[in-house]
């Protein structure tokens, strides 16, 4: 698990977005948009696409990560054979890691490339960073007993290239660092952008060239469509849910209401009562559990508590319909 992140994604994944994670991204310009004297719809919806592009930002430069680290490796058997005095290792060095079959494809793909520059993303202005990562891996366990090991073949180049990755490179400190100050949605992305690239690794076969990267969206655009119409029914829906959990919650005063559990309400009552082949239990779940990492201790069985009294209410007033097989009761 990666250090700073949330512990929070499950499954496969075909794209760099999942809808736990589309919540999240909601969550946090909702808790903006209502912390905001303004309240501007329209530049929270704007900050909202900002986040999810931030996010293929952030997968696209950990890929180029590890594809740069061949180059500063390269460099380092180049700078040893130009010592006044060089050792035999110096003369003789071990060229496992630059010669790591998945990695030269990171570092040579046209795809990754294009990408990187279509989004502006790159290490130009990083290099001690990276340099700072690349010095620190040189001593990690994984890099050490990968490089003494005789083991052989593309299968471990690459098991040993994502050990490296996931314990090492994406946990080093001065980076997560640099996240935190850089973007204030990456600290929540990285858990998610560095599952994904590793199973963008995991797809490199032997032979291949080229890596295949992940789309954002999925050509059906259906997370897309969940995104953006959660965010606007929750808005649109703002005051009717506040009400309903304002008489949900009779022995609370609304203000006393931590204000991250009145937007993840107000999420699930949007949630249920606009997505039809969404099962209650479902939507139930996710917010009780999204209250966990991102609200009091005490949060969840609240939620909970007041969500499952308003979702009978509103199944029972015909406002909550659900369709589907298995959905309809």
Not at 39 to 47: E, N
Not at 119 to 146: C, M, P, S
Request: net charge negative.
């Amino acid at each position: 698990m990666f250090s700073k992140a949330r512990p929070y994604f499950c499954g496969q994944f075909t794209t760099m977005l999942n809808r736990r994670h589309l919540r999240i991204k909601i969550l946090h310009v909702l808790f903006g948009y209502y912390q905001d004297e303004d309240r501007d719809p329209k530049r929270s919806r704007q900050a909202l696409d900002h986040s999810t592009q931030k996010m293929q930002e952030l997968y696209l430069m950990l890929l180029d990560m590890v594809g740069s680290m061949q180059a500063l490796a390269i460099e380092r058997i180049e700078a040893g054979y130009k010592k006044q005095l060089p050792s035999p290792e110096d003369l003789n060095p071990n060229t496992k890691f630059v010669t790591n079959k998945p990695l030269r494809v990171l570092a040579n793909s046209k795809h990754l490339r294009k990408a990187c520059d279509a989004h502006g993303v790159g290490w130009a202005n990083r290099q001690e960073l990276l340099k700072a990562i690349f010095r620190a891996l040189l001593d990690h366990e994984e890099y050490t007993e990968y490089m003494a090991s005789e083991e052989r073949g593309f299968q471990v180049d690459r098991e040993s290239l994502v050990r490296m990755f996931r314990k090492h490179m994406v946990n080093f400190d001065l980076f997560q660092d640099m996240l935190e100050e850089e973007s204030i949605f990456w600290v929540d992305d990285l858990d998610l952008a560095a599952s994904m690239a590793i199973k963008t690794i995991k797809t490199i076969k032997e032979g291949d060239e080229e890596v295949e990267l992940l789309p954002l969206w999925r050509d059906d655009d259906d997370d897309k469509a969940f995104m953006e119409d959660l965010f606007t029914q929750t808005l649109a829906l703002g005051e009717e849910s506040e009400a309903l959990i304002k008489e949900g919650a009779q022995n609370w005063e609304l203000e006393r209401i931590a204000t991250t559990d009145r937007i993840l309400m107000k999420m699930a009552l949007a949630e249920a009562r606009t997505f039809e082949s969404i099962p209650l239990k479902v939507t139930l779940n996710e917010y009780i559990e999204l209250s966990k990492y991102y609200s009091t201790p005490k949060s969840h069985g609240f939620i909970n508590g007041i969500l499952d009294q308003l979702f009978t209410k509103l199944k029972e007033g015909g406002k909550i319909k659900k369709v589907g097989r298995g959905l309809i009761e």
